[in-house]
């Protein structure tokens, strides 16, 4: 004989049925939601890794309905800056901001963006590499299997170092300088009459400490941000080169994603640069007033600038050779424009 379900029974059987539905959802959801991973050298409080962690992230979320992710890793807790070079190159990260120097090496047409004190300040460097010259990398860049999402500012690169004052360029002399891998700023400092040495980040500051090395050169807010000023003494206002930071995303991994979705990653990251540069412009002063409180800190005179301007011009030449003649030649071109 056929009975009819009790109201319990059928209340039981909608409420499992409404739960599985619930479960399904929530598994189809979970199944939709991607993570992206993006590395960096820079300290948490860098202004590179603050935009990156404050806008990016969020952006990302908001762009995508929360269907991608970014977990974001800053201070070398993904390995150095080679390191998340290679694992983009190869397609096991997604993302990495790293300085265009540990770049240089895949796309040497980097090093025309890099020339020994070319960029008066950073509205001529930002018309440089956001116009065809930095079109121009963006292409090498893909060819060796970068996507270039945008560039943001690392900034002028001033000495320190734990012998004396620098106020020329005979102070220089012999100067044991921890530089980035670039074949670039190495001949620069060559040509200064000091002894540079390639070193990635992670080994700098050890290096500072244990005397291994007499002297570095970064952005103040790098140097405030990593402590360099516990290992070292005096500061000098240099400005030899302008650095930037490259934002690259893999090739493999960033072709993997949807157009909507590739799309949204980089509205995401032209927010982040736009932020990052304002950030870096207060950034510097504040670095630069919490330097001079613990550092001795020399103003090098406008002559000697131009004498070390005078004395690192050959080294452009060698670089057309590496880079190409028609890149360099207009990025000193449009270095020149008012």
Known sequence: MNRKPTFTQMTRCFTLTAYAAAV????????????????????????SSVAVDQVFKKEVARLTNN?????????????GAKENVDAVRSGTLALTWVGGAFLSRIVPELEAVSLPFVFRNRETAFRVIDGPVGAAIDKKLQDKGFIALGWMELGSRNITNSRGPIKNI?????LKLRLQPSETHLASFR????????????????????????????????????RYSEVQKHLSNSGHFFDFIAVVASKKAFEKLTPEHQKAVREAMMSTITFQRKLAIESEAKALAELKAKMIYTEIAPSALEEMRKATAPVIEDVKK?????????????????
Do not use: C, W
């Not at 959802?25 to 860098?46: D, M, P, R, W, Y």
């Not at 390639?198 to 405030?224: C, F, G, H, W």
């Not at 190409?324 to 270095?335: C, F, M, P, Y």
């Open 24 to 47: 399904m959802a929530f598994s189809t959801s979970v199944f939709a939601q991607q993570k992206l991973q993006i590395a960096g050298n820079f300290a948490g409080e860098h202004p």
């Open 67 to 79: 269907q991608l992710q970014v977990d974001v890793f800053p201070s070398m807790q993904l390995g």
């Open 170 to 174: 005979a102070d220089l002399k012999g």
């Open 191 to 226: 040509a200064l009459g000091a002894n540079p040495v390639a070193m990635d980040v992670k080994e700098l500051y050890s290096a500072l400490e244990q005397r291994v090395v007499d002297a570095q050169e970064n952005p103040y807010t790098v140097i405030s941000a990593s």
């Open 322 to 338: 590496r880079a190409g003649a028609d890149l360099v030649n207009q990025v000193l071109a449009e270095a020149v424009k008012n």
